[in-house]
């Protein structure tokens, strides 16, 4: 038995789990509404102010699906009501970045400016021009536009210049050799 898969997930009070079928899930709640549909090897109810994951056979792929599943209901549930936020800092002489309308803005030592349309689901901020937040109800959007801004210009190991994760540790490479 999975041991994430096998716990159940308790509804808070603002929630409203709806059944869609048999294998799709609506979660409403104060920040928005998230819907999504799973495999059909997994099946999911509602019992008591808790969603139930179950699995149809113990072979190793409905296993997997098991506990994947029941993560993804959950952050569900965490989505709409407390939401999701990822942190990126730029780092590096005259980069920076700016909100324009719909649109970040940013200044990477490249020749041209970089500018992302900001996806509707999602909000973005800017402070001190190198601290990037990302917020939305989607951990999998958040994630996925975050890394999408990490990966225009990631942090180089030699002087460590670019995007990253706030907190995140870029290894440091030797510089070359000097003469002798």
Known sequence: MSRIGKKPITIPEKVEVELIGENSLRVKGPLGVLEKTFHPLISIRTQDHQIIVERSNDEKFTKALHG?????????????????????????????????????????????????EIPEDLSVNVEDNTKITVKGIDKEKVGQFAAYIRSIKPAEPYKGKGIRYLGERIRQKAGKAGKK
């Open 68 to 116: 994947l599943t029941r993560a993804l209901i959950n952050n569900m549930v965490l989505g709409v009501t407390q939401g999701f936020e990822k942190k990126l800092e730029i780092q590096g002489t005259g980069y920076r970045a700016r909100i324009q309308g719909n649109k970040l803005v940013m200044d990477l030592g490249f020749s041209h400016t970089v500018e992302l």
